[in-house]
């Protein structure tokens, strides 16, 4: 597959779509297996929104339900480590078994903010599942329960995760070519 031009920078395709079903595949199975009682999915906007969509159509825990909310951390390549309030969550959340469905970990600084935010509202349980894991850049210690695929260090974009708001309708993820 060729390279891509965003924002004057080239990406190389890093995961095909058909990788990135099959990671999927195999998350939806190991949270299926976890039989987690009314399972509350909590998709973060906007980067999740693609992962969000295919794995909730492979999810067959009973009474599943899924909400929306949005933080946003990220300028550029670069983290600001800033981040900004949780908005979206209408329901009330107290009890509920928590599923973050997050697309990229990175430093984890979003991570924390969203879950001590969600811990305000006295929640059961909280569980955390990401498509992508960046080890070298996470700063924290949150135990984070299902990983889709741990990547080096590097950019990526596409399937949901974009550059400077651009490329998140790629259907493969790309990684910045050096
Ligand atoms: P963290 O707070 O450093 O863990 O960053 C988390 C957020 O930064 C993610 O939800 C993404 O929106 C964004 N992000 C981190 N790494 C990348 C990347 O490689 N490409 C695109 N966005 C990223
Ligand atoms: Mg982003």
């Given at each position: 597959m060729k390279p891509i031009t965003l924002h004057n920078k080239t990406f190389e395709v890093f995961i095909p779509e058909t990788e990135i079903a099959a990671i999927v595949h195999s998350m939806a199975h190991n949270i299926n297996n976890a039989r987690i009682k009314d399972p509350l999915f909590i998709s973060v906007l906007n980067g999740s929104f693609m992962f969000s969509s295919d794995i909730m159509k492979k999810i067959t825990l009973p009474n599943?339900?899924?909400?929306?909310?949005?933080l946003s951390s990220y300028s550029g390549t670069q983290t600001t480590g800033e981040v900004s309030k949780l908005i979206g969550l209408g329901q009330d959340i107290r009890n509920r078994n928590i599923i973050i469905l997050e697309d990229i970990i990175d430093t984890g600084i979003t991570l924390e903010k969203i879950i001590s935010l969600l811990e305000k509202e006295e929640v059961a349980d909280i569980k955390v599942a990401t498509l992508l894991f960046k080890p070298e850049?996470?700063?924290?210690e949150i135990p984070i329960d299902f990983i889709g695929k741990s990547i080096p260090n590097d950019f990526v974009v596409g399937y949901g995760l974009d550059y400077d708001e651009i490329g998140r309708n790629l259907p493969h993820i790309f990684k910045l070519k050096n």
């Amino acid at each position: 597959m060729k390279p891509i031009t965003l924002h004057n920078k080239t990406f190389e395709v890093f995961i095909p779509e058909t990788e990135i079903a099959a990671i999927v595949h195999s998350m939806a199975h190991n949270i299926n297996n976890a039989r987690i009682k009314d399972p509350l999915f909590i998709s973060v906007l906007n980067g999740s929104f693609m992962f969000s969509s295919d794995i909730m159509k492979k999810i067959t825990l009973p009474n599943t339900e899924i909400s929306f909310v949005k933080l946003s951390s990220y300028s550029g390549t670069q983290t600001t480590g800033e981040v900004s309030k949780l908005i979206g969550l209408g329901q009330d959340i107290r009890n509920r078994n928590i599923i973050i469905l997050e697309d990229i970990i990175d430093t984890g600084i979003t991570l924390e903010k969203i879950i001590s935010l969600l811990e305000k509202e006295e929640v059961a349980d909280i569980k955390v599942a990401t498509l992508l894991f960046k080890p070298e850049a996470y700063t924290k210690e949150i135990p984070i329960d299902f990983i889709g695929k741990s990547i080096p260090n590097d950019f990526v974009v596409g399937y949901g995760l974009d550059y400077d708001e651009i490329g998140r309708n790629l259907p493969h993820i790309f990684k910045l070519k050096n």
